[in-house]
């Protein structure tokens, strides 16, 4: 289901970067808990096309490692590597499916990623992965639709989405339809919103520890850009929650 879904996405997916909720919410607060990557390997998992793997390693990340399961997305990090050479690596792979790779790393990224587990059963192999993938005390930093997230609040096409229930529940929790409001085309996402517990229950299951949430900030940027008061409703009900923890 992702897989496709992305796959017909493909380059335009660096739109969603640009959109109010991304450009003054997730981007800078992801990076804010991430931290100083000076001198340290970064594994990039669901990356995409590449956006955090390319602005930790601008950022001074010794070696970055992008692995995303769609074809297009991965095609679409090459194309831009090849126009603008950082020296990050890309591969085709399924995070459930991830074979041991050829080092481990001091930080993982799971953006937007374990949330399309279909089942806690893949979520905790998804987790064994990465747990495996990383040094000791390596730093794994998740981002994703809050668990608890309100459907019945304030709409969020201001900040340039839209979140909609689909009505479906599955194992790890409800199904939810994400619309990135792009000029001038819209593009709808289906993924899940898994509860909590499931995400550390998960994460502890397979030997992380240190499980924390972090809340979404909106940077002065978008401060002084937008002013308080356009904030109010995504302060009052981010539907982006971030969490951390270590191998």
């Given at each position: 289901m992702s897989v496709q879904q992305y796959d017909e996405i493909g380059e335009?997916?660096?739109?969603?970067?640009?959109l109010p909720l991304m450009r003054y919410g997730e981007v800078p607060s992801f990076l804010g808990m991430v931290g100083d990557v000076s001198g340290r390997t970064v594994l990039d998992l669901a990356c995409g096309t590449g956006f955090y793997s390319r602005e930790l390693k601008r950022r001074g990340a010794a070696d970055v490692f992008g692995v995303d399961i769609s074809v297009?997305?991965?095609?679409?990090?090459?194309?831009?590597?090849?126009?603008?050479?950082l020296g990050v690596r890309y591969e085709v792979g399924d995070v459930a499916e991830l074979p041991?790779?050829?080092?481990?790393?001091?930080?993982?990224?799971?953006?937007?990623?374990?949330?399309?587990?279909?089942?806690i059963a893949t979520m905790e192999r998804m987790c064994r992965n990465i747990?495996?993938?990383?040094?000791?005390?390596?730093e794994f930093f998740v981002l994703a639709q809050k668990p608890d997230y309100?459907?019945?609040?304030?709409?969020?096409?201001e900040y340039g989405f839209l979140c909609e229930p689909t009505g479906e529940e599955i194992?790890?929790?409800?199904?939810v339809r994400v619309t990135a409001l792009l000029d001038p085309q819209p593009i709808s996402i289906v993924s899940s919103?898994?509860?909590?517990e499931v995400y550390e229950d998960c994460l502890r299951a397979t030997g992380f520890r240190a499980v924390e949430w972090v809340p979404l900030q909106v940077?002065?940027?978008g401060i002084r850009e937008f002013g308080e008061d356009f904030w109010a409703d995504l302060r009052a009900n981010p539907p982006l929650e971030m969490l951390r923890c270590r191998a």
């Open positions: 335009a997916f660096e739109g969603f970067k640009s297009e997305m991965i095609a679409a990090a090459r194309e831009m590597e090849q126009r603008d050479p041991p790779l050829d080092r481990r790393f001091d930080v993982a990224l799971g953006v937007q990623c374990l949330n399309y587990a279909e089942d747990h495996r993938s990383l040094v000791p005390g390596g309100r459907f019945d609040c304030a709409s969020l096409d194992e790890t929790g409800p199904r919103a898994p509860r909590r940077s002065e940027a």
